[in-house]
C-alpha cells in the first residue's frame, strides 16, 4: 500500500467481526507504520478495539442510539450525526476500508469526504465506494479473516500473521488471578469455561443458533468428574437465569459469574482456562484470541467462514456433519427451519465430549 497517510477502518458488527478484523487492523500498521490510523465501530466493540496497540483513535456510531435519539428529537439526532461528520472531516482521511458491506456507510464516507473508499461490493450496495471488491454471494467457503486479507492484498498489502488481537492489562489480569484465589481455585486445578447463551448480536435470532442446556450440564457435569475440573458459567446479565440453572445442575464445582464481570475482566478470566465451551458468537472468538483451546457448538452458521480463527488442532467446532440443510446462514440471512433445528437439538453432549477430551488431551501431551 502506497500513499496513504491517514486511513480510516470500518466496522459496524459485533465482537467476533471485530475480532476478525484485528489481522488487517495489524497488516495495516506494519505496511503503513507512520500512517495515522483510526477504527469506526459500535458502541459494544469499543472496548475491544481501545485495546488495541495499532490504532490511532476511535470513532463511535451507534445507529440505535441515533434512532432513539429521533424519535425524542430529530434535530438533536442531526446534531448528534453531523458533529460525528465534522469530526471526521477534520481527520483528513486520505483512505478508508469499508469493512460494513452496507451503503449506509459508504455513503459515510462519501460525506466525510474521504477520497479514496475501497470495500466489498455486496448486492450493488458498495456503489459510493470508489473501488470495489466484489462478492456477489456473501461470505462462503473461506473464512472472513481470508476474505479480509484478499481485500488488502487487492491493495497491495500481505497479512502475515492471522491471529487475532485482543490484549489483556496487567489490572485486569491481576483480578482475574484474584478472583479464582478468591474462590477458592487454584493453578493446579483444571479451569474450564462454559459459554451457554452469547450471540447478542443476533438478537431476536440468537436463539437459532444456541445448544440445549441441558447437553450443556452433561458436558460440565462429565468434564468435572473425568478431570476434576473447575467450570466457569459466563454469560450476560439477561443470560443470568439460564446460567445459574446450569450452574446449579454441574454441582458444587460450577461457579455462576453471568452478569459479574466487565469486559475487560472476563477476557482476563477467560485467559486463564484451559478450554472454554461455547456456542458460535463472540465468546469463542475472544478465547481463541487469547489463544485459549476451544470447542465451539455451530448450528446454522459454517465454521469454514465464521469458526475460531486460525484454524488449528486447538479449536474444534462440534456440529451435525450429516445433516445435508446445515449450514443454512447464507448471504446473511437465517431462513425458518422445517426441521425445529435438528442441526442443534440432534447435537448429542457425546459428540461435544469427544472434541473437549481430544482438545485437552492435546494440551496435556
Request: proline share 5%.
Amino acid at each position: 500500500m502506497s500513499g496513504p497517510r491517514r486511513i480510516l477502518i470500518v466496522n459496524p458488527f459485533g465482537i467476533g467481526d471485530v475480532l476478525f478484523s484485528t489481522p488487517l487492523v495489524r497488516a495495516v500498521r506494519r505496511a503503513c507504520p507512520e500512517a495515522y490510523v483510526a477504527y469506526l465501530c459500535n458502541r459494544r466493540t469499543q472496548e475491544i478495539l481501545r485495546r488495541n496497540t495499532h490504532l490511532d483513535e476511535l470513532f463511535i456510531y451507534e445507529k440505535d442510539e441515533l434512532v432513539a435519539l429521533s424519535e425524542r428529537s430529530r434535530w438533536q439526532a442531526a446534531r448528534a450525526l453531523l458533529a460525528l461528520i465534522r469530526d471526521i472531516r477534520r481527520r483528513r482521511f486520505d483512505l478508508a476500508i469499508d469493512l460494513s458491506l452496507g451503503e449506509r456507510y459508504s455513503f459515510l464516507l462519501a460525506l466525510f469526504r474521504v477520497p479514496r473508499r475501497i470495500g466489498f461490493d455486496f448486492r450493488r450496495r458498495g456503489r459510493f465506494l470508489t473501488h470495489r471488491f466484489v462478492i456477489i454471494e456473501g461470505y462462503q467457503e473461506r473464512h472472513v479473516v481470508e476474505y479480509y486479507g484478499q481485500l488488502l492484498a487487492w491493495l497491495g498489502v500481505r497479512m502475515r500473521d492471522p491471529q487475532l488481537d485482543l490484549a489483556t492489562n496487567h489490572e485486569d489480569l491481576e483480578g482475574a488471578r484474584q478472583r479464582l484465589q478468591q474462590l477458592g481455585i487454584g493453578r493446579r486445578r483444571r479451569l474450564i469455561g462454559l459459554v451457554p447463551a452469547g450471540g447478542i448480536s443476533w438478537g431476536l435470532q440468537a436463539n437459532f443458533r444456541r445448544w440445549s442446556k441441558d447437553g450443556f450440564i452433561a458436558v460440565g457435569r462429565a468434564l468435572q468428574r473425568r478431570h476434576d475440573a473447575a467450570i466457569l458459567v459466563f454469560g450476560e446479565p439477561k443470560d443470568h437465569e439460564v446460567c445459574v440453572e446450569i450452574t446449579r445442575a454441574v454441582g458444587e464445582s460450577a461457579i455462576d459469574l453471568s452478569g459479574q464481570t466487565t469486559l475487560g475482566q472476563f477476557v482476563s478470566l477467560i485467559a486463564q482456562c484451559d478450554l472454554v465451551i461455547s456456542n458460535d458468537g463472540g465468546p469463542i472468538h475472544i478465547a481463541a484470541s487469547q489463544q485459549v483451546p476451544t470447542v465451539s457448538i455451530f448450528g446454522p452458521v459454517d465454521p469454514t467462514v465464521y469458526g475460531p480463527y486460525p484454524r488449528t488442532s486447538a479449536h474444534r467446532v462440534a456440529y451435525r456433519e450429516d445433516l445435508r440443510c446445515r449450514p443454512c446462514y447464507h448471504q446473511f440471512k437465517l431462513p425458518p427451519c422445517p426441521y425445529e433445528r435438528a442441526c442443534l437439538t440432534s447435537l448429542e453432549p457425546e459428540a461435544v465430549l469427544e472434541a473437549c477430551e481430544e482438545t485437552l488431551g492435546r494440551g496435556a501431551s
